[in-house]
Every structure is written in C-alpha cells, then in structure tokens.
C-alpha cells in the first residue's frame, strides 16, 4: 500500500518557540493532505484540509494563524505550531488518500516544556 | 451533523470468543465507512471499507443503512486481534476528510 512519513517522530521544544511538522507521500502524489491531532486514549480530531497549491481548510475551532500549513508540492504538506505552548503538546498525525483510501504517517509527538 | 458513535470504550473477551464492535453513524448523505484498526505503538492501519465488503484478518462488517450502523464483527478473537479500533466515515468525494469515532479498545486474553 501507498506509505505517509512524518518528520520528525518526536520534538520537544521550548515555550514560546515555533516547531515545523513535514508529512509525505512517499510512493504516491495527493493533492489532498490532512492533519489530525490525537490526544492520549482519545479519538483522532481533524485539524484541517492541507490543498496543494492553494490555502488550507481549517476546522472550526482550530487556529489557522497558530497551525500554519503549507501544502508546496504534491508530495509534502508541512505544519507549522507557531509560539507553541504547553498545551499544544499532542501527538500529530497527517494522512494523505490514494485510491480512495486514506493512508496516515507514523504520527509526530509534540512536547513543549 | 456528521458524527460517528462508538458506544464501547472497552471490549475485553477471551481468546476464541466472537466479538462484536459497535459503530453507529450520522450522515446526510450516503457516506463511505471504513473500521481503521492502531496496534500498540504503530500507525494507524486501514481494516475495512464497506464498499469492498471483504474479510480482513477474520473481521467482517456490513452497512446497514436502516439502523445507520457498520459493527465489526469476528467468530474467534485472537490475543492479536488487542488493539485500538476506529470507526470512521467519509463523504466519498476524494478530498474529503475522515471523521472518527472515540474508538474502542479491544483486549483479548488468554
């Protein structure tokens, strides 16, 4: 099956400074890129739509000036928590459809201390 | 409002028992279901989607559009089959988002 990579796996960064989250397609092209956030033992929330070539779509509730995302090629979509705090620690999930399906990267874990 | 309900924060059975995980859904629209299956420490994994309508690892699950469900079903669980269980839906149209569930964690002793 098509495969989604995320970089990094892990990130721990201080209060107040601004992390960037890379999700590929490693085998495949997608114009449309999602963003998840999952908290522990909780449901996977939809953050927003990543389009390439155009802006995201973000949903309702979900800073789009604080979760920046760039979708620049069609294999890379990128998420930016800028002036992150502690409480956007969270593990991050970006996933990408091929053929219909929807195929999710490993998941990145956000600490900010 | 589209909206998925997973009733059951946890199913514990014994190994060899069937099991039966509940999903429920609320869509306008004739959407397509899919079960995703998160084993310990990995990615999340696509299971099923109903418009295939084939067995994955022994699992089963049917759309029933009058009660508005897609259970995941199993004759036999297997210690394996432990894992976190989502049921999502989609509106069909590529580009479109997926909504899940709360999921259900399903243990299987021995």
């Known amino acids: 099956g098509a495969v989604v990579s995320q970089h990094p796996s892990w990130v721990i960064c201080k209060s107040g400074t601004s992390v960037k989250i890379e999700c590929r397609s490693l085998?495949?092209?997608?114009?449309?890129m999602f963003w998840y956030r999952q908290f522990p033992k909780q449901s996977l929330m939809l953050m927003a739509t990543?389009?390439?070539?155009?802006?995201?779509?973000?949903e309702q509730g979900v800073e789009k000036d604080k979760f920046l995302i760039n979708h620049a090629s069609l294999t890379l979509s990128t998420l930016t928590v800028t002036s992150a705090h502690p409480e956007d620690s969270s593990f991050y999930i970006c996933?990408?459809?091929?053929?219909?399906?929807?195929?999710f990267g490993p998941g990145t874990r956000l600490l900010v201390l | 409002a589209q909206r998925v309900t997973q009733p059951e924060k946890l199913l514990s059975v014994f190994k060899g028992a069937p099991v039966e995980l509940k999903c429920n859904y609320s869509?306008?629209?004739?959407?397509?279901l899919f079960w995703y299956v998160q084993y310990s420490r990995q990615r999340l994994q696509l299971l099923l989607r109903?418009?295939s309508r084939e067995s994955i690892k022994g699992f089963t699950a049917d759309l029933n559009k009058g009660e508005t469900s897609f259970h995941l079903k199993k004759p036999f669980a297997q210690e394996e089959d432990s894992a976190m269980y989502y049921c999502a839906l989609s509106g069909g149209q590529a580009g479109t988002a997926l909504i899940f569930g709360k999921g259900t964690t399903l243990s299987v002793s021995s």
């Open positions: 109903h418009i």
């Open positions: 996933s990408a459809r091929s053929t219909g399906t929807q195929y």
């Open positions: 085998d495949f092209q997608a114009t449309t």
């Open positions: 990543s389009n390439e070539g155009s802006k995201a779509t973000y």
């Open positions: 869509y306008s629209g004739s959407p397509e």
